[in-house]
């Protein structure tokens, strides 16, 4: 049997680990999108197929029995690209997807649905920003405000005004609250991609609004 995994996470690593445990035939694909990814075991493919149709015709050469989609929340495109594929080349599709964040007591937690509305609600604050290296062109307009960027990648486009921290997790809550009075951070901006989150813990330990983007919905 081979298994392709939409990969890129912590989870797509972890079943590529377990299926090659149990001597499945494991494909990992990745976008290619960040420096030195963290390699899963099995075969490991870099890149895009060339839409849903590359897809559809790779799972058919490849003959691929199972596609998982193990992808990051925001993925949006990949995974619908592998549903029209999957459904062209009928081969099952199974969704992994991680528990998005969820407020607690102490929380000041402000749900937006875009990069540009949290943009907005940015003004006038230092923000530690982590909402990656895609889409930070939206906080660029945002002149009265100054941004803490971490990313794992050097961005390929214009800055905000601020700072670029590379960095890769996984991160501590100490870490987190060095960093916040370290640079003297009043609000964090980030997505709701799930997951271990030290700096929620520590925005809510220094009674810091955070600003989440909501996850975009599945198309059918």
Sequence with gaps: MTVLVLGGTREARELATRLVGEGVAVVTALAGRTEAPLMPPGEVRIGGFGGPEGLARWLTERRVEQVVDATHPFAARISQSARTACAAAGVPLETVERAGYEEGAGDDWRWVDSLEEAARAAEGHRVLLTTGRLGLDAFTDARSAWFLIRCITRPDTPLPPGELLLERGPFTLDGEL???????????ITKDSGGPAPKLEAARCRGLPVVIVRRPEATA
């Design 178 to 188: 060095d960093l916040i009075d370290r640079y003297n951070i009043d609000m964090v």
